[in-house]
């Protein structure tokens, strides 16, 4: 697949995963392509953990359990460290952001399907119970967790507004 259509292809899978395993190389892959994202500042925030099977995922499915968690055979914990932010700007949301499209389109490529969970973790005691069952330190959030494996089905895809509806020419309104 060349780049436009993997990001074509890309889509929010919310059904049930297969229990194939994920080779520990892809997840390998795949967080690199996380960590060549570009970071403010070269802060390099962004710390991934990688959770090969499902004992390694269980811990957060009693935290925050999911359908992309219950059945994932796989996934990969995106946090950040605020200690690396420098000056008066904090670029985590930016630099997770980031490095969460990045392993979403290399999951792609892999032939693989996931999905960007953050919400169960907006809840105070859910992030603080997360960050403790990775076994992160003090301090980090936990900002996404990217079930990762194959689907059992083709996997739902909602509509999207058209090209027109979302891009403008010269300003807001403006049409070509």
């Not at 420098?86 to 499209?101: I, P, Q, R």
Request: net charge negative.
């Amino acid at each position: 697949m060349d780049f436009f259509e993997i990001v074509e292809k890309r889509y929010s899978h919310k059904e049930r995963f297969l229990p194939d395993s994920v080779p520990l190389k892809d997840l390998e892959l795949i967080a690199k392509a996380g960590l060549a994202a570009p970071t403010g500042n070269n802060s390099q925030c962004v710390r991934l953990i990688i959770l090969p099977d499902r004992a390694s995922l269980q811990p957060l499915c009693d935290v925050a359990p999911t359908e992309g968690l219950r059945t994932a055979p796989a996934a990969i914990a995106v946090l950040t460290d605020p200690s690396t932010q420098k000056g008066d700007h904090n670029f985590e949301v930016e630099d997770y952001s980031a490095a969460t499209a990045q392993i979403l389109l290399a999951v792609t490529e892999l032939g693989y399907v996931s999905v960007w969970l953050d919400s169960p973790y907006f809840d105070d005691d859910k992030q603080k119970a997360a960050v403790k069952a990775l076994g992160a330190p003090a301090g980090y959030h936990l900002r996404v967790v990217l079930p990762v494996g194959l689907s059992d089905d083709a996997g739902a895809r909602r509509s999207k507004m058209t090209f027109n509806e979302r891009v403008f020419y010269g300003k807001f309104g403006g049409h070509k």
